[in-house]
């Protein structure tokens, strides 16, 4: 169990820009696993039906981190990341 808290811990932004940067990762993360997605869909390896309604969640979710990391880097950029 601490070694969870640990990671957890680990795992925490201490400042806006490391919140963004952990963000950008999370968004590469959910950009090669629907990359993997299609390649499964490609080869008929898993459940047609299944796995588009798994590429549509991963795509939202992409879409959502895209706007938050885009919307973030106009703020850093604008210097208005203070406030938040």
């Known amino acids: 169990m601490h070694r969870r808290r640990q990671k957890y811990k680990e795992s925490q932004a201490t400042t806006?820009?490391?919140?963004?940067?952990?963000?950008?990762?999370?968004l590469r993360e959910?950009?090669?696993?629907?990359?993997?997605?299609?390649?499964?869909?490609?080869?008929?390896?898993?459940?047609?039906?299944q796995l588009k309604h798994l590429l549509k969640e991963i795509d939202k979710i992409s879409r959502i981190l895209g706007s938050v990391v885009?919307?973030?880097?106009w703020r850093i950029?604008?210097?208005k990341y203070e406030l938040i």
């Open 16 to 26: 806006f820009r490391e919140f963004i940067q952990k963000l950008r990762i999370a």
């Open 77 to 79: 950029q604008n210097k």
């Open 30 to 49: 959910a950009n090669g696993t629907k990359y993997w997605f299609k390649v499964i869909n490609e080869f008929k390896i898993s459940n047609e039906t």
């Open 70 to 73: 885009s919307k973030a880097d």
